[in-house]
């Protein structure tokens, strides 16, 4: 139950957001499976979350740049994806925690700079940001940095950000299957986590649609 109500929260904020499955759920996952699964069922779960975020604002995707993060991403991903694997229990817990602490100021370093990226510079962040998601947990925060520095706003954030989390999503279940660490236990608990999630993510699009239709300006409205 825990885990269900965690994951229908996370997948609401994420929603809104663009993020909020990473931070949230390891902190119900380890106490309960330990931390070395938690990747990969958060790896398996957010192909649900993400792919409903990408069905439910399809229509802002920037595929230019979706296509710029998935050449420079896969390779990191496809290497910190590997390197977890490698990882015993305690150091998965590790690298787990220390990118959760790192979300804090790293977010606030990122938002503050705000500077506008380039393709290059974008390229060069998205290629960072994949060996970070390919192997901790919570790194989203990166990614959605990059994409408002390179100049999204608004719902084009979020479904950039899951169009380019599937890929590398793709590439991690494929990387940890082929490791052997796709247990039974993390089949069923991501299974049930995105069978939560995905239909908590169109909440978070009549969120987001209410609030941009509160906010808006009755001029703009009426022309």
Known sequence: MLVIIVTALSAVLGGIAGYG???LMPLVLVPLVGAAPVVPIIAISSMFTNGARLSAFREVLNIRLAIVAFVAALPTCLLGAYLYTLLSGRGAAIVIGTMLIATVPLRRILKGRGHHLGEK????????WGLLVGGTSGSGVVLISLLLAAGLEGSAVIATDSAISMVTGVVKIAVFALAGVLTPTVIVIALLMGLVGFPCTFIAKRIVHGCRFM???RSSMAS
């Open 21 to 23: 499955t990473g931070p």
């Open 121 to 128: 510079g974008f390229a060069a962040g998205a290629a960072g």
């Open 215 to 217: 906010f808006t300006p």
